[in-house]
């Protein structure tokens, strides 16, 4: 009797490698124009403020202790332009833990160090249809992860953040979400602590996938580096930075430091498109139309490629994990800024 287990890794798009497929230089230059004069942005954005800021549909997550004790009625709006223009309203400057939008940024390093093919073969680029800490996924598809903006996915490529040590790798990760940022992040250590001692699933999902051979280094070690760039404290601001620097073909607007290429660029935003709010990715990307991503702690942070980064603050979330009022505000200035990538007028 054959005992040779069912392969129940889905199929994957047959590409060729990316370098001899690649246009040349100039045939992948591309403009998606700007955003509206300052006096537009600035009040679409107050407007925003005041629609959504009674909004108390939700509830503060309070699965990690720490994080249950946000004050619900903060609310923060933040833009950033490629141009480096910045335009914010309420509570913008407040300071909370990156939690999942650090995967995007981590992705992204990863790919910069490692490249294209390897990271997408290894960490996969679909979405799950389930839960962010969904075990049951990573069961489906034979032990692999699917994609780097859930657990399994963001554990795995923590792994393969380049260094010879725990601490060189946090130090990589460190530095690397901090070049985004424009600014020297630090760690949150009540928030730190409070995960660890809440830990038990992400370290069986790690185990699980080093079981299956999908997860390089120590399982415990891994997720304590990864616990560690979720504590790393940002505001509303930060994240419009950092999220800009995306859409300004990895250069930060404001420091002026390239911090990936542009390829690394078009990989993640690619990948945040069709896996940033988790299951919910599909009526993001239908009723905002463009890439993004959440955190557990409140925050949403939007790109439109070549005009800028739109990043939110409000701890309510609705059940998938995502802030409520994040969301309504995003689709509003979505629409009233002309953000969406998918609308389009007849040419005259």
């Known amino acids: 009797m054959d005992t040779t287990p069912p392969d129940t890794t889905r199929p994957r798009l047959h590409v060729s490698g990316r370098d001899e497929d690649s246009p040349p230089a100039l045939a992948q230059a591309v403009s998606t124009g700007s955003l509206p004069n300052t006096e537009r942005v600035a009040g679409l954005m107050q407007d925003a403020l005041d629609r959504y800021r009674t909004l108390d549909?939700?509830?503060?997550?309070?699965?990690?202790?720490?994080?249950?004790?946000?004050?619900?009625?903060?609310?923060?709006?933040?833009?950033?332009?490629?141009?480096?223009?910045?335009?914010?309203?309420?509570?913008?400057?407040?300071?909370?833990?990156?939690?999942s939008i650090s995967k995007a940024f981590v992705f992204?390093?990863?790919?910069?160090?490692?490249?294209?093919?390897?990271v997408w073969r290894t960490i996969g680029v679909n979405n799950t249809g389930l839960p962010f800490n969904s075990v049951i996924a990573v069961e489906l598809n034979g032990g692999r992860p699917m994609?780097?903006?859930?657990?399994?996915?963001?554990?795995?490529?923590?792994?393969?953040?380049?260094?010879?040590?725990?601490?060189?790798?946090?130090?990589?990760?460190?530095?690397?979400?901090?070049?985004?940022?424009?600014?020297?992040?630090?760690?949150?250590?009540?928030?730190?602590?409070?995960?660890?001692?809440?830990?038990?699933?992400?370290?069986?999902?790690?185990?699980?996938?080093?079981s299956y051979g999908h997860l390089t280094g120590d399982p415990l070690e891994?997720?304590?580096?990864?616990?560690?760039?979720?504590?790393?404290?940002?505001?509303?601001?930060?994240?419009?930075?950092?999220?800009?620097?995306?859409?300004?073909?990895?250069?930060?607007?404001?420091?002026?430091?390239?911090?990936?290429?542009?390829?690394?660029c078009a990989d993640t935003l690619a990948v945040m498109a069709t896996t940033g709010l988790y299951e919910m990715s599909g009526e993001w990307l239908f009723e905002v139309g463009m890439p993004g991503k959440s955190g557990v702690s409140g925050g949403i942070i939007t790109?439109?490629?070549?005009?800028?980064?739109?990043?939110?603050?409000?701890?309510?979330?609705?059940?998938?994990?995502?802030?409520?009022?994040?969301?309504?505000?995003?689709?509003?200035?979505?629409?009233?800024?002309?953000?969406?990538?998918?609308?389009?007028r007849p040419v005259a």
Not at 66 to 91: E, K
Not at 108 to 118: K, T, W, Y
Not at 225 to 237: H, K
Request: glycine share 10%.
């Open 57 to 99: 549909d939700g509830a503060v997550a309070d699965y990690i202790p720490s994080l249950g004790t946000a004050d619900p009625a903060l609310f923060g709006l933040a833009i950033v332009a490629v141009t480096g223009d910045a335009h914010a309203v309420g509570d913008s400057d407040h300071l909370f833990s990156i939690q």
């Open 108 to 118: 992204a390093l990863v790919c910069e160090a490692l490249g294209h093919d390897s």
């Open 147 to 210: 994609n780097p903006m859930v657990n399994a996915g963001a554990l795995a490529t923590t792994a393969l953040v380049p260094g010879d040590s725990p601490s060189t790798r946090w130090a990589f990760v460190r530095d690397g979400l901090s070049a985004f940022a424009g600014r020297t992040l630090e760690m949150d250590p009540e928030v730190y602590a409070s995960e660890s001692a809440a830990n038990q699933r992400n370290q069986a999902i790690a185990r699980l996938l080093q």
């Open 222 to 264: 891994v997720t304590d580096v990864y616990t560690m760039q979720c504590s790393l404290l940002v505001s509303a601001d930060d994240l419009a930075v950092m999220a800009a620097t995306l859409a300004n073909g990895g250069v930060n607007p404001v420091t002026g430091r390239r911090v990936v290429s542009e390829e690394v």
């Open 303 to 344: 790109i439109a490629p070549g005009k800028g980064g739109l990043a939110t603050f409000s701890p309510r979330l609705d059940g998938a994990g995502n802030s409520v009022r994040g969301q309504s505000a995003t689709r509003f200035l979505s629409k009233a800024l002309g953000l969406n990538l998918f609308a389009s």
